[in-house]
C-alpha cells in the first residue's frame, strides 16, 4: 500500500510512493491534518454481544499488545533460521518450506460416508460407487479430496510470487493473527466465512494460514472445474468443487445424491478436526446451504461445537476478473491468469480475521432467529396501493437465503435457524471489511462531485469522511500523511478519471470519466461505504421524501418551514428499510427499531433540530398523562426499554439552517440512489420483457433494459449493474409484482395479475421513486428553497 509513513505496518510495509512536489500539497498539508492512524486504530471484528455472551467473554482479543502490521508479499531472510548471500535469494523457499502444514490421507472416507443413513437412502440398493451410475460416481469421487503437504508448498510460494505481481501488498492484522492462535488452542474446528467478491478471495485467506502457521482449511469452490489434471491439483489442495455436470451450485444441489454426499463429508471433516472456508454471496445468499451443514452437524453431535471466523478481505483495486472460476482448457486458464496480471493499477489487500465465536451458542441462544417474519408484499402491498400504513411494523422474510430446494430434509425450524446464521455472517463480515483508501475518494467523487473537484476539496473532504469512519468504528486500509493517500488513491484509479490542471495555481481539477465501466467501478469501490452509512442513508431518504410529500400537497413553491413528525419520519424509514437487500442492518435489530434509529441519526448529523414545544402544564405532568411512567408487568427485558417514553411523547423535527445541511442531506441520499433507480427502471422495464420467462432468461433480458436505459440517460450508468440487476429483480419478486412457477426443469418467472393493470403498476414506482426523486431530481429546487443559489 501506498503512504504508510504515520501507520506501524510493520516489516515489509509497501514501498512509499513518491509525494506530488506541488505547491498546492504543501498548503494542503498546512491547511488539513488527518485523523491520527497511528498505533490507537479501531478494534474491529468483536463478536456479537446479544448472540454469543459467552464467545465475548473469552477474551480472545484482550490483553494483546499492539503488533502492527505485515506485508505476507514481502519476505526476507530475517523470516528464516539462515543468514547469508544465498539466503537471501532463496528467502521465501527456505520460509514456505519451514511452514508446518497438517495433512493426512484419505483413507477410508468414502466408505464412511456411504455407509451413513442420509446416503445409504439414496444409494439403495447399490453398495459401491462402481455399482452407481456415472453421474452419482463423479459426486462420489469429490469426497475423495485431502491436503498434500508438499503440493500445498508448491503452490504456497507460487501465490507470493502471484500476487507480488497483482498486488503491491496484502496486509494482515497481527494482532487479530494472534488472536486467532489463541482460538485454535480451544481444539474446536473452524470455519472461515468471507463474501465472494472474486476468484482470489479463497486463495488469499490460504495464504494467508500458511503464512502464519496456522491449519489449512477446506475450501469450498462454488464453481465446476472440468479441466482433468486442474481438478488433481485443487482436490489435493483440499478443495471441494462442484461436479461435472452441475454449471450452478443450484444446478448441483437438485441430484437427489449430491447434497446428502456433501452433508456427510463436512460432518465427517469437522469430526476429524478439520477446518472449513465457506464463501457467501451477497446477492443470492448461496454459500448458505454449507453453513447449515455446519450447523447440522453441531446439532446431530458429530462435532461438539465449531468456531466460527469472519474474515473481511478489502480491496484497493478489485481483481479485473470477476469470473469465479477459469474456463475449462489449458488456454483459457492462461487467458484468466493473464487477466489478473494486465491490470494497470496494483492496489493493496488488507484481509482481517475477526473474533471467533461458538456457533453452538448462537444457535443455543435463540437470540439469532428470523421467525415471525411475513412476505414483502404484506408489508408494504398496503402502503404502495392503498397508502395504509398498518402493515408495515413486522420483519421481511428472507427465505430465499435458503431455498427449500437446497438441503431438503430440514426441518421448517432448522432452515429458519440456518438462515438467521447466515444473514449474521453477511453482516458480521460486511463490517469486519476495513475501508480503502479507493472506496473513500470513489465515493466522492461518485456521490458529492459528480461534475469534478479539486484536489484541496477532495482532500477536506476526505478527511472528513475518515473522521466519521473512525467515529463509528470502521477500520481503515491506508495511513500516513492526507496528501499521499489521495495521491494514491488517484494513481490506482488513473484510468477512471480525467486530471486538469486549474489556472493560475496549477491545482488539479479530477473527474469521473462519465462511461459505463468507470461509473460500475467506482461504484463496486463505494459499496461499502453504503453499508457504514446505512442508518444516516435511509434516515435522509426518509426526510428528503416527506419533503417532496408535503410539497407535492401543496402544490406550486416547495416549502420547508414545516415541521415533520416522528411518527412519519418513522413510518417512511421503516418502508425504505423493508426494500433494502439482506445484510445492511443489523441482525439481531427488529426493523421498528432500526427505523427509529435514522430518525435520531438525522438529529446527530444536524440534519434535524427538534422543534420545541410549549405546553400549559408542566413536563412531569403531561408525561403522566400520557402514561409513561406506567410499568410493565413483564419480566422480559426486550419488552421494556428505554424507547417507551419516546413512543408516548411524539416528537416533531425541523431542518435545520446551516449551509453544510443540504450538501449532508444529498450525499447520504445519493447512497442509495443506485439500487433505487434501478429498481425503478426494472419496474418500468417490465411492460418490455416476454413472460413467462426463466429466472436466467430474466436476468439476462433485464439487463439489456436497464443498459439502454443507462444510455439514454448517460449519467447513472452504475445502475445497470448485474448485481442490481438481480437484486431489484428479487425485491420485486417479493413485493408480488413478479409471480415464480416452480417447475421441473426451471423457475419460470411471469407479472403478478395485480400488476397488469397499469395503475397498480404505477403507484408501486411511485412508491419506490419517493426516496429516489427529493435526492436527486429535486436537488436543485431544494438548494433554491434553502437559499443556498439564487433563483
Known amino acids: 500500500m501506498a503512504a504508510l509513513s504515520g501507520d506501524n505496518f510493520g516489516e515489509g510495509s509497501a514501498p512509499q510512493i513518491k ?72 528467502c521465501c523457499v527456505l520460509f514456505i518450506c519451514s511452514r508446518n502444514v497438517d495433512s493426512g490421507p484419505v483413507g477410508d472416507r468414502l466408505l464412511r460416508i456411504c455407509s451413513t443413513d442420509r446416503v445409504k437412502q439414496v444409494l439403495t440398493p447399490q453398495s459401491s460407487v462402481k455399482e452407481c451410475g456415472e453421474e452419482a460416481s463423479r459426486i462420489l469421487t469429490l469426497t475423495e479430496t485431502f491436503q498434500s503437504a508438499t503440493l500445498i508448498r508448491l503452490v504456497g510460494w507460487f501465490l507470493l510470487r502471484f500476487f507480488s505481481l497483482m498486488f503491491c501488498s496484502v496486509q494482515v492484522n497481527l494482532s487479530q493473527m494472534a488472536a486467532l492462535h489463541r482460538a485454535t488452542e480451544l481444539n474446536i474446528p473452524l470455519v472461515y466465512v468471507y463474501i465472494r467478491q472474486g476468484a482470489v478471495d479463497q486463495a488469499l485467506i490460504s495464504l494467508t494460514l500458511l503464512c502464519h502457521n496456522l491449519k489449512l482449511p477446506y475450501s469450498i469452490y462454488p464453481a465446476p472445474v472440468h479441466n482433468s489434471w486442474l481438478r488433481v491439483i485443487l482436490q489435493k489442495l483440499g ?39 465457506v464463501g457467501v454471496c451477497e446477492e443470492s445468499g448461496y454459500g448458505g446451504q454449507w453453513l447449515a451443514r455446519i450447523r447440522q452437524a453441531v446439532a446431530e453431535g458429530l462435532v461438539p461445537d465449531v468456531s466460527v471466523v469472519p474474515v473481511g478481505i478489502s480491496y484497493d483495486c478489485h481483481p479485473s476478473c470477476q469470473s469465479m472460476q477459469p474456463q475449462p482448457g489449458m488456454l483459457s486458464v492462461l487467458r484468466f491468469v493473464l487477466s489478473l496480471l494486465s491490470a494497470d493499477e496494483r492496489g493493496g489487500v488488507r484481509i482481517h480475521f475477526a473474533q471467533a465465536f461458538s456457533l453452538k451458542e448462537m444457535c443455543d441462544s435463540g437470540k439469532c432467529r428470523v421467525d415471525g417474519q411475513r412476505p414483502l408484499q404484506d408489508l408494504l402491498l398496503p402502503a404502495a396501493l392503498h397508502n395504509r400504513m398498518d402493515n408495515i411494523f ?49 465515493c466522492l467523487l ?13 482532500c477536506a473532504d476526505l478527511c472528513w ?185 411524539t416528537r416533531s423535527y425541523k431542518l435545520s439552517q446551516p449551509s453544510e445541511c443540504p450538501e449532508l442531506l444529498f450525499f447520504l441520499c445519493s447512497l442509495l440512489s443506485a439500487q433505487l433507480r434501478a429498481l425503478c427502471w426494472a419496474i418500468e422495464s417490465l411492460d418490455l420483457l416476454p413472460f413467462p420467462l426463466t429466472e436466467a432468461a430474466c436476468v439476462t433480458q433485464l439487463h439489456t433494459h436497464l443498459r439502454n436505459k443507462a444510455q439514454l440517460d448517460k449519467v447513472h450508468y452504475e445502475s445497470s449493474s448485474m448485481k442490481l440487476v438481480r437484486t431489484s429483480l428479487r425485491t420485486l419478486t417479493d413485493f408480488g409484482v413478479l409471480t415464480a412457477d416452480r417447475q421441473s426443469e426451471a423457475v419460470y418467472l411471469e407479472i403478478s395479475p395485480l400488476f397488469l393493470q397499469a395503475e397498480n403498476k404505477h403507484k408501486v414506482f411511485q412508491f419506490v421513486s419517493q426516496f429516489l426523486n427529493s435526492g436527486q431530481r429535486e436537488n436543485a429546487r431544494l438548494c433554491t428553497a434553502l437559499g443556498l443559489v439564487t433563483k
Open 394 to 442: 413486522g420483519q421481511k422474510d428472507i427465505s430465499w437465503l435458503l431455498p427449500s430446494t437446497f438441503l431438503p430434509e430440514l426441518s421448517h425450524t432448522e432452515r429458519q435457524q440456518s438462515t438467521a446464521v447466515t444473514l449474521h455472517l453477511m453482516y458480521s463480515v460486511t463490517s469486519s471489511m476495513a475501508v480503502m483508501s479507493t472506496s473513500v475518494v470513489s
Open 239 to 277: 478443495v471441494i468443487f462442484l461436479p461435472d455436470h452441475a454449471a450452478t451450485e443450484q444446478e448441483a444441489e437438485s441430484h437427489s445424491l449430491y447434497s446428502p454426499v456433501m452433508t456427510s463429508l463436512v460432518g465427517k471433516l469437522l469430526k476429524a478436526g478439520e477446518s472449513l472456508s
Open 446 to 458: 461518485l456521490n458529492k462531485h459528480r461534475r469534478g473537484v479539486r484536489v484541496s476539496v477532495l
Open 19 to 90: 509525494r506530488p512536489a506541488l505547491s498546492w500539497g504543501v498548503k494542503i498539508r498546512k491547511k488539513l491534518k488527518a485523523p491520527f492512524l497511528g498505533k490507537f486504530r479501531p478494534l474491529v471484528g468483536q463478536c456479537c454481544h446479544q448472540c454469543t455472551p459467552e464467545s465475548v467473554g473469552r477474551k480472545l482479543f484482550q490483553n494483546i499488545p499492539w503488533l502492527g502490521f505485515q506485508n505476507l508479499l514481502y519476505i526476507k531472510e530475517t523470516h528464516t533460521r539462515y543468514r547469508g548471500w544465498l539466503v537471501r535469494r532463496v
Open 465 to 649: 469522511l475518515i473522521e466519521e469512519l473512525l467515529f463509528r468504528r470502521c477500520d481503515v486500509g491506508f495511513g500516513g500523511s492526507l496528501v499521499s493517500v489521495v495521491f494514491h488513491a488517484l494513481s490506482v484509479l488513473r484510468p477512471h478519471l480525467l486530471m486538469a490542471a486549474a489556472p493560475p495555481s496549477g491545482e488539479p481539477i479530477v473527474t469521473a470519466r462519465l462511461d459505463p465501466h468507470t461509473l460500475l467501478t467506482l461504484s463496486r469501490h463505494s459499496q461499502l461505504l453504503t453499508h457504514i452509512f446505512i442508518t444516516e442513508a435511509v434516515g435522509a431518504c426518509a426526510v428528503s421524501a416527506l419533503l417532496c410529500e408535503v410539497a407535492g400537497c401543496g402544490g406550486g413553491e416547495m416549502e420547508f418551514d414545516v415541521a415533520l413528525g416522528q411518527e412519519e419520519l418513522t413510518e417512511k424509514s421503516l418502508q425504505l428499510t423493508h426494500l433494502l437487500p439482506a445484510g445492511y442492518i443489523p441482525p439481531c435489530q427488529t426493523a421498528y427499531s432500526f427505523a427509529v434509529d435514522t430518525v435520531d441519526s438525522m438529529v446527530r448529523c444536524g440534519i434535524l433540530i427538534m422543534e420545541e414545544v410549549h405546553r400549559d402544564t408542566p413536563v412531569c405532568d403531561f408525561w403522566k398523562r400520557q402514561g409513561v411512567f406506567s410499568w410493565t408487568a413483564s419480566d422480559d427485558p426486550e419488552l421494556s426499554s428505554d424507547s417507551d417514553c419516546e413512543k408516548q411523547d
